[in-house]
């Protein structure tokens, strides 16, 4: 808990690799923290620091910018239900109002279980299967109060294992690729390849 | 006419197979080995493209302001979080590829060393989709070391956002890309083309923007050109939603078809429910001035509705029927420019908490007849005079993006407003 352990400290180590300054890792790193624990712990922000060459401070002090990072343990579902203009247009308030019903909790809160986090999301995107339920950031839509409590009875069976993975976890799919090209390689490249254009530049003036 | 959506028609348009049977890369190896990076700007210029991000800027025009340096990026701005916007969500989950190999395109043209597709975070699949499709190019060797044997290289990273709509602002997507919080950079410079990604000269294009330039490479900017009228060419996404039958992302020319026919056609919308008028609709995004039942017959394109007052913007249209409360649908809009304002300028901070709390109080039935003054006013202090396009006191348009909403609502259906006051509810609950 807490640091990169294991694969995902090999991942973490990756990432931090990818950009030509590491503090640019500073986000992708703060979504692998939640991958491995649901939520953003602090030793996850002091080991990110160290991978990316920032102060704890200000890896907290980016990472708070942002709705999707939570610092506290949530559910192990967060179920957004969005009741942005075209998911208002449709209903988006009343499936929040039986949302919380059913589930029990006000938006905000989370479950005594543990098993769910109900948030009042903006927008996703989704607008024209409004009114839009996000869970764990997989899409469902146009989704009605019946419909809402199905879905978390899928949830509570497992039903939606393996298309639902738990809060943190989010493309599955990891970069396979061969490691970036040193950029000293491209900046030589570029300039041979500026080189040609001045020159076709200056034969066309010719 | 089909040009980024042209896939779609397949369930499987998001593989790579059916990439390569639809005529996948072709236009990036035309691009690499028969054309020169100028060659490549060229098309793009003629075609006219302009942006699909919102402001409408000529993407040709844009890479020609690039300033010349030794080390420089591509950003493809995937943040799409504009209320009722989601057609780069259907193209990053639906045909990555075609991004990824606009994206490898616009990068040969502008030189880029390095090329980041930032995309939103809440795009689950379409992150996993996209780098799917990064890593299906680096495999076919299509991205990477001296693609295609062109000698021409660069790699492609995947960015994810994390819930911030500010960082759709190029500026704030820059920052937030450094690892920092998404705070809109002071303008001037107006481009990052001039000062962008760590300091240095960088270019911004929007998803959609970046996904026409394969169909451009392969026919060219005068066929793209001849498509629309005047300088709105080719096709656009139009993400159609809100009280409509049939609401979703339909690709037409533009300039083609007008907003009756997108909202009533059998094609398109077709139509409200049976009983309802429509009462108003947004021709782009939440944050464009409405429209009323009178434009209904303006062509969408981009000139024509600027010129009617409002904007195409990201290409985001939202009907009302008279089921539907104005008040609440601009309050609503409101709120979320409210809660999304970054904080830095105090006009979008304070003023949008305040117009976010009147309105409120007024849709809830609490509301003064002296509100819609104070409403109009504080709109006031946000865009002096709240004039299309408006007036700006605010480090980006954000701030100016909430008085539209308000003020149409106002000047529109002021009885309406009223009438929640005097009743001490809202009629339409
Ligand atoms: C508040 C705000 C949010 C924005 N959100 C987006 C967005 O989500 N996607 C996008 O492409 N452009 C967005 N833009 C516009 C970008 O700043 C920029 O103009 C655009 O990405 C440039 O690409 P284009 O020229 O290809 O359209 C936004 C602008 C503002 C002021
Ligand atoms: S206008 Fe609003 S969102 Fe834009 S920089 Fe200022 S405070 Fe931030
Ligand atoms: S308004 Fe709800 S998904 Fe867009």
Redesign the pocket.
Same mark, same amino acid.
């Given at each position: 808990m807490g640091r990169f352990e294991g694969e995902l400290l090999v991942r973490a180590e990756k990432v931090a690799g990818l950009y030509p300054d590491p503090r640019s890792a500073i986000i992708p790193l703060c979504h692998l923290a939640q991958e491995q624990d649901g939520y953003v712990t602090e030793e996850a922000i002091a080991h990110i620091a160290e991978l990316v060459g920032a102060t704890g401070a200000e890896v907290q002090g980016t990472a708070s910018f942002y709705d999707m990072f939570k610092f506290e343990p949530v559910g192990e579902y967060v179920i957004g239900v969005c009741t942005n203009i075209s998911c208002m247009l449709r209903g988006g308030y009343g499936l929040l109002e039986a949302a919380s019903s059913t589930l029990g909790v006000p938006p905000g809160e989370t479950t005594p279980d543990g098993m769910f986090t109900l948030e009042e999301v903006e927008c996703v995107a989704h607008c024209d299967k409004a009114p839009a339920v996000q869970i764990n950031y997989r899409y469902f839509g146009p989704v009605d109060s019946e419909g809402f409590a199905e879905l978390v009875g899928q949830l509570r069976s497992g039903e939606l294992d393996g298309q639902i993975p738990k809060h943190g976890t989010l493309g599955r799919v990891l970069r396979d690729a061969p490691p970036l090209i040193p950029v000293e390689e491209i900046d030589a490249e570029r300039a041979r390849q500026d080189g040609e254009r001045e020159a076709r530049a200056a034969s066309r003036e010719v | 006419m089909r040009i980024v959506g042209a896939r779609l028609e397949h369930a499987d348009s998001h593989t790579l197979e059916r990439f390569l049977a639809t005529g996948g890369n072709n236009a990036l190896r035309k691009a690499l080995l028969e054309m020169t990076p100028e060659a490549v700007a060229a098309e793009v210029l003629t075609a006219n493209l302009l942006g699909r991000g919102g402001a409408g800027f000529e993407a040709g025009r844009k890479w020609g302001m690039l300033r010349k340096a030794k080390r420089r990026y591509l950003v493809v701005n995937g943040d799409e979080s504009e209320p009722a916007t989601f057609k780069d969500h259907l193209l990053v989950e639906r045909d990555p590829h075609q991004l990824v190999e606009g994206a490898t395109i616009a990068a040969y043209a502008i030189g880029a060393s390095l090329a980041v597709i930032y995309l939103r975070g809440e795009f689950a699949l379409g992150l996993e989709r996209v780098q799917e499709a990064i890593n299906d190019a680096y495999r076919i060797g299509a991205l990477g070391r001296d693609i295609f044997g062109s000698g021409f290289s660069v790699d492609i990273v995947l960015q994810p956002g994390a819930g911030a709509y +500010?960082c759709g602002e190029e500026t704030a997507l820059l920052e937030s890309l450094e690892g920092n919080r998404g705070?809109?950079r002071i303008k001037p410079p107006y481009f990052p083309a001039v000062i962008g990604l760590y300091g240095d000269p960088t270019i911004v294009n929007n998803v959609e923007t970046v996904s026409n330039l394969p169909w451009i490479v392969e026919n060219g900017g005068e066929a793209f050109k001849s498509l629309g009228s005047g300088r709105s060419t080719g096709t656009r996404l139009f993400a159609l939603s809100g009280q409509v039958n049939r609401p979703g992302v339909y690709e037409v020319e533009m300039t083609k078809i007008t907003f009756r026919d997108l909202i009533f056609g059998e094609e398109f919308g077709q139509g409200l429910a049976p009983s309802r008028s429509l009462t108003a609709f947004i021709p782009g995004g939440a944050s464009s001035p409405w429209f009323f039942p009178e434009h209904l017959d303006l062509p969408l394109g981009q000139d024509e509705v600027a010129k009617a007052g409002s904007m195409l913007g990201s290409g985001s249209v939202i009907v009302m029927d008279d089921s539907s409360c104005p008040v609440r649908s601009a309050w609503r809009i409101a709120r979320f420019f409210a809660r999304e304002? %970054? /904080?830095? %300028?105090t006009p %979008?901070?304070e003023g949008g908490t305040w117009i976010d709390r009147i309105m409120e109080r007024i849709e809830r039935g609490n509301g003064r007849e002296e509100d819609l003054d104070l409403l109009l006013d504080l709109c006031d202090n946000i865009s002096p005079g709240v004039v299309w396009p408006p007036a700006q006191t605010? +480090? %980006?348009v954000? /701030?100016p993006s909430i008085p539209p909403a308000i003020s149409a609502a106002i000047s529109r259906f002021r009885d309406d407003f009223l009438l929640h006051i005097k009743e001490g509810r809202c009629p339409h609950a």
């Open positions: - | +500010i705070f809109p304002s %970054c /904080g830095q %300028c %979008c901070r605010t +480090i %980006c954000l /701030g």
